[in-house]
């Protein structure tokens, strides 16, 4: 009966070079990572004032309820050109 | 080596996290900036802040572009938004990855020691933006804005400058590059 052998990854015997180890302690004690582009900072400073001091979850509700309204005028609006093409299309026929 | 897993779109869990982020992060300008965001300026965790909010406000139009990591204690680590684009390279139009906005979690950008805090975020959705590419079989070139703090780090996973304006490239062969040099890193003890 054959062993199973363990893989490559649980023998752990890679043998970093100096430069790696380096590198994986700077990436390490740099994790902190942000990207993108940043607004001025009286912009950064409103932005930040608006998330701390205001609910969270209640000003959410609010904009997703917008967004949703905004989704059910466009979806009326497909629906609506869908029917005037179901129309066009029956009297072609 | 924490390891971390990979979330494609804005799912329930991922929306969760984020408000316990909000919450979080009220509790540490309480903690640690004695409730005054102004004695958090300057700070990373302080334009965390602002980014994570940016975010969160653009989700509306661009949730299919989100990407989450959650660690071990199963906590949203860090998100991103991405876009696919294309770039000049070599004169030659080609398909790239555009990471818009990336964040990393309150805990993971505050330079406290607190117990949430797992290194590694950052690289982990990386990691998971390149695999998702592969897998699709999409470009995994990807480009990014670094503001001027966090050059080095996306300098060690191996992002190039483009035009010293903070734009950088991570290139296809950096890409695997890194996918390799991550696979070795987890196959030694050295950060275990």
């Known amino acids: 009966m054959s062993q199973e052998l363990p893989k490559t990854s649980q023998l752990k015997t890679y043998k970093p070079t100096p430069e790696q180890l380096a590198r994986w302690k700077r990436l390490d004690e740099n994790d902190g990572a942000i990207a993108g582009r940043l607004p001025p900072e009286e912009e950064q400073a409103r932005i930040v004032k608006e998330f701390l001091h205001t609910d969270f979850v209640a000003d959410q509700l609010e904009k997703v309820r917008a967004h949703k309204d905004k989704l059910l005028k466009k979806l009326k609006s497909a629906e609506e050109y869908e029917q005037l093409l179901v129309e066009k299309q029956q009297g072609q026929s | ?192």
Not at chain 2, 171 to 178: D, R
Request: hydrophobic residues 40%; negative net charge; aromatic residues 10%.
């Open chain 2, 1 to 192: 080596m924490n390891e971390f897993s990979y979330v494609i779109g804005a799912t329930r869990q991922v929306r969760d996290g984020l408000i316990f982020w909000a919450e979080k992060a009220k509790e540490y300008v309480d903690t640690y900036y004695q409730g005054d965001e102004q004695n958090a300026k300057e700070t990373r965790f302080y334009r965390g802040i602002t980014k994570t909010r940016i975010i969160v406000d653009s989700l509306f139009e661009k949730e299919e572009g989100l990407r989450s990591v959650f660690d071990d204690q199963n906590l949203l680590a860090s998100v991103c938004i991405i876009e696919q684009t294309s770039i000049f390279l070599e004169e030659e139009l080609v398909d790239c990855i555009e990471i818009e906005s990336i964040v990393n979690s309150p805990w993971n950008l505050i330079k406290h020691l607190v117990p949430e805090k797992r290194k590694g975020a950052a690289t982990a959705i990386i990691e998971g933006i390149i695999k998702e590419n592969r897998e699709k079989r999409l470009s995994r070139i990807l480009k990014l804005f670094a503001v001027p703090g966090e050059k080095n780090f996306y300098s060690d996973l191996g992002f190039e400058e483009t035009n010293g304006s903070g734009e950088m490239i991570l290139s296809e062969n950096k890409a695997s590059m890194l996918l390799l040099d991550l696979d070795q890193k987890r196959n030694s003890t050295a950060f275990d």
